[in-house]
């Protein structure tokens, strides 16, 4: 009864570094999402994917790419690591049905020095 | 746009004592609301729902009504427990065609339950 998984739990990172999050889920959920949270804004979407092959920026989406692997697998991108982006790295899914709640990893605590 | 304004924490309760946690949206259409709790080193976990007006939703002793009139939707719980320590977040579905369902969140509220 895994729900969603999310790798790595733990990253530092320095300055100019790459590195991709990874997403599973296994509940056969059709639409992911990718959020940060930083102190006291909430979380705030990135990047979605309403569904396999489709993905589409949030409200914070510079600095980061996505790829949908496939239905489970959803990746998050840092191609060039900047300190403002030192944050904790959520994914989620849902059905993609009406009035679904979201489901949420455990998330990933990034910090860029 | 969608918005959602929740009360700024943190909030400290005494065991037992009364809670509320205020929360009102602001949505282009019909929203489904939630609320969400995060307890430390987790992840966000449903907490309860409501997806039209009028709609109670509750759970583990936690209660909120959609009230579309206020367009408010506020937690409220009668007797708090140290457990209930977390992190809670008000959020809103946007379920017109084409929003894929994105959630808006407000900014969270800490509780803190003291024994």
């Known amino acids: 009864n895994a729900g969603v998984t999310q790798t790595p739990k733990f990253q530092v990172l320095k300055t100019g570094q790459s590195m991709t999050l990874q997403c599973a889920q296994d509940m056969n959920h059709n639409s992911m999402y990718w959020y940060r949270q930083d102190p006291g804004m909430g979380l705030r979407l990135i990047y979605y994917s309403a569904s396999e092959g489709t993905t589409d920026k949030g409200e914070v989406p510079n600095g980061y790419n996505v790829s949908r692997l496939n239905k489970r697998e959803f990746s998050l991108r840092l191609e060039s690591a900047a300190p403002s982006q030192t944050s904790v790295y959520f994914c989620?899914?849902?059905?993609?049905?009406?009035?679904?709640?979201?489901?949420f990893g455990d998330g990933t605590r990034l910090s860029i020095l | 746009g969608n918005s959602v304004t929740q009360m700024e924490g943190p909030v400290t309760l005494s065991e037992e004592a009364f809670l509320t946690i205020n929360c009102t949206y602001t949505a282009t259409g019909y929203p489904s609301l939630f609320w969400y709790v995060q307890y430390p080193g987790e992840g966000l976990q449903l907490l309860l729902k409501?997806?039209?007006?009028?709609d109670k939703g509750s759970n583990k002793g936690f209660e909120a009504t959609y009230r579309k009139e206020t367009t408010s939707f506020h937690l409220e719980k009668g007797s708090v427990q140290v457990s209930d320590s977390a992190v809670y977040f008000c959020a809103l579905s946007d379920n017109s065609g084409g929003s894929n369902y994105k959630l808006t969140f407000g900014k969270g509220t800490l509780l803190t339950v003291n024994p």
């Open positions: 989620a899914s849902t059905p993609s049905r009406g009035n679904q709640p979201q489901h």
């Open positions: 409501a997806t039209k007006a009028d």
